[in-house]
């Protein structure tokens, strides 16, 4: 849109759908591991799968339920799924992927007089994301992390929530109630598994240009990643490493002021 010499605005957007499914693996297998686990004796152990029939990397875990006891107390289980009355491997599930389907861009630059206004945007709608951060701190809620002043150390405040708000700490149970002790692998369920589309604002720039005699130029500042809006409880949605979060260091923010000249 252009009115004139005085205001112009241009628009720039594209979405692309991204659907895979594997078809065939080398030799007869039908599944091979994918990305592993960073759990305290479990490294290595792999919680996404390339299996036939689904998406790279599909998460294959537990799944976790919160049941009721006569008393009216809560606990979390998980669900026996071949109903043979024991948790094994056999009884995890296929469950979404961090690839995700609908990414997004755009991006837009107002021009007002010798004003100017950019600004980029980025979406991803329908990836998920293993949180391990939580998953791997749970075992370190009530031994170890206690300070002498009554505080815990080196916790993040959502682990000591889904310890003792949500309930689900290291007392796993089946559906039957019983305490299901001494494997960490119990961590790997879909408690962990949240959806992690976000929209994140790449940069921001605003400048202003000049002439002035035989002088000409631009002074500007850009924002580089100002922000993200996303419902992922993690630090940052885009973890990579096959969509489990194993305390990534944070993007920063950062700040530039310049300025350009012609003589």
Aim: charge should be neutral; proline fraction near 3%; hydrophobic fraction near 35%.
């Amino acid at each position: 849109m252009d009115y004139g010499k005085k205001f112009k605005w241009d628009l720039g957007y594209n979405v692309t759908w991204n659907e895979n499914k594997i078809t065939k693996i080398n030799g007869e297998e039908t599944m091979i591991d994918g990305w592993g686990y960073a759990g305290d004796g479990l490294s290595g152990k792999s919680i996404t799968k390339f299996a036939i029939g689904y998406a790279t990397n599909t998460f294959y875990l537990y799944e976790a339920q919160k049941g009721t006891r006569e008393d009216g107390s809560q606990y979390w289980y998980i669900i026996d799924q071949n109903k043979d009355s024991k948790i094994d491997e056999q009884d995890k599930v296929f469950k979404h992927n961090p690839i995700a389907p609908v990414t997004m861009g755009f991006q837009t630059k107002f021009q007002f007089y010798n004003f100017d206004l950019g600004m980029s945007f980025r979406a991803n709608i329908g990836n998920y994301v293993f949180n391990n951060v939580i998953a791997t701190r749970l075992q370190n809620v009530p031994v170890g992390n206690l300070a002498r002043d009554g505080y815990y150390k080196n916790l993040p405040v959502d682990v000591f929530n889904t310890y003792y708000v949500d309930g689900y700490n290291t007392t796993i149970y089946d559906a039957q109630g019983k305490y299901l002790i001494g494997n960490a692998e119990y961590s790997i369920t879909d408690r962990f598994l949240e959806n992690a589309s976000f929209l994140r604002c790449d940069n921001i720039t605003l400048g202003y240009s000049f002439s002035k005699n035989k002088i000409s130029g631009r002074a500007y500042c850009t924002v580089s990643n100002p922000f993200v809006i996303t419902g992922y409880s993690g630090l940052d949605p885009e973890v990579g490493m096959g969509g489990i979060d194993n305390s990534i260091y944070p993007r920063s923010m950062t700040t530039v002021l310049g300025i350009n000249l012609q003589f």
